[in-house]
Structures are given as C-alpha cells and as structure tokens.
C-alpha cells in the first residue's frame, strides 16, 4: 500500500464547475497534510496545509481533513482554465519525513 | 530575495560519470530535502536532512549521495551506481513553523 494515494486521473470538469480533488493516507500518526498545484515543467506551489479536522476555506479553495477515515480533499470552486495542472498531496510523517502522492491531473475546460 | 536556488537547470551527462547537483537556501530553514521526479509521476523522497551534518535517507536513496556541512547547502550527488539517473531533480527547504515546503526550480539531468 502507498503511503499518500491519489486518483491520477485526469479530471475533467467544465468551466465555471467544482473540481473535487481527494488523498488518502497510511499512516494514522501523519501530523500535516498539504496540496500543492504543479505546472508542466515547473516547481510545485502551495495551495493549501491543514492539520485539524474539518474545513479551511481559502478563496476559491477548501482542504477537507477527516483523521479517522485517513482523508484529505482539496475542492476548487468556480474551477478557471488556469486551474489546469496536476495536484499533488502530500503528507508530514513521523520524524519529519514529507511524502507526496503522484498527483491528480485537473483538466478544466472553456 | 529568500529562496531556493538550485543549479545547474539542465545537465547532460555521460554513463557512468557521477554528477553533482547544487541546492542553496537563504531562508534559514533547518530542513531540506531532495526530491526526484519522472515524466507523469508524482515526487519520491531521495534524502532530507533535519539539520547541519545530519541527514537520513528517503524511499529511494540507492546510487545517491548527499552532504549537510553547512545550514544553507545540501548538495546531492548522482553516483554511477544510479542506475536510471535521467529525471527531474527537486530540492525543497522546510518551514519549521508551518511545515511548508520551498521548492527551487529544478535540475533536469539527462543521461547519454
């Protein structure tokens, strides 16, 4: 079993849509959970962290983290076509060790 | 600016030779890593390192070597012993309040 799982994809949605985006982790013990939004050929970026249970809404954006099913989704509202990259989540581990899924590949469409 | 630089941004290199990839940081963070990534694949951990002269390995350290002499540096070599060296190379430094991870631009390395 991977350590971060992902639905590699691609998801497509059409403008204007909500692109949901879900994780799915191994390790109860996982402290910090992030999303990060990779363009093809560049660096990741930040998108969201959360660490508590429950919803943290940041603009267009809601990382959703529930301990006890070892789940972390991302939604994106009003989904843009600059919205298409590949998103990834990742995960702190015990000791500091930051794991990342293989990322979710969001098509979003005009 | 604080960031992370790293370089070269692309490197071509010969069977066989060992190549050195370059990671500064200028953002005072204690942690750093060093991430590898293959066309269509997410990122998988080489090594990190918590702090100066210490440093473990990650899920995929084999033909990898890595050194922590100073704060700012962690430099990972691609030894012959890499045996599908060709990928895109990450390093990342680690805010330690947050957690969030800084990312350099990359060094694409490509093997002859």
């Known amino acids: 079993q991977k350590e971060v799982e992902q639905n590699s994809g691609p998801l497509s949605v059409p403008e204007g849509a909500i692109a949901s985006l879900n994780c799915t982790y191994s390790d109860r013990g996982s402290q910090s959970f992030f999303w990060y939004r990779q363009y093809s050929g560049k660096s990741p970026e930040l998108i969201m962290f959360?660490?508590?249970?429950g919803d943290k809404e940041d603009g267009r954006f809601t990382a959703q983290l529930n301990k006890a099913s070892q789940y972390v989704s991302l939604l994106i509202r009003d989904s843009q076509p600059s919205d298409s990259a590949t998103y990834l989540c990742?995960?702190?581990?015990?000791?500091?060790?930051?794991?990342f899924g293989a990322g979710t590949i969001l098509r979003v469409k005009s | 600016d604080g960031g992370i630089t790293q370089s070269p941004k692309y490197l071509f290199r010969k069977e066989g030779q060992n190549v050195t990839l370059s990671c500064e940081q200028n953002?005072?963070?204690?942690?750093m890593y060093w991430y590898r990534q293959d066309p269509g694949q997410g990122l998988r951990l080489i090594y990190y390192?918590?702090?100066?002269?210490?440093?473990q390995k990650g899920d995929i350290a084999e033909g990898y070597s890595v050194s922590r002499e100073k704060k700012e540096s962690f430099p990972l070599t691609v030894t012959s012993a890499q045996k599908n060296p060709t990928a895109f190379y990450l390093c990342?430094?680690?805010?330690?309040?947050?957690?969030?991870?800084?990312f350099g631009e990359g060094s694409r390395l490509t093997v002859l």
């Open positions: 990742a995960v702190i581990r015990y000791g500091n060790k930051l794991v």
């Open positions: 959360i660490y508590s249970n």
């Open positions: 953002l005072n963070h204690d942690a």
């Open positions: 990342a430094s680690r805010d330690g309040n947050t957690g969030e991870l800084f």
């Open positions: 390192s918590q702090i100066v002269n210490d440093f």
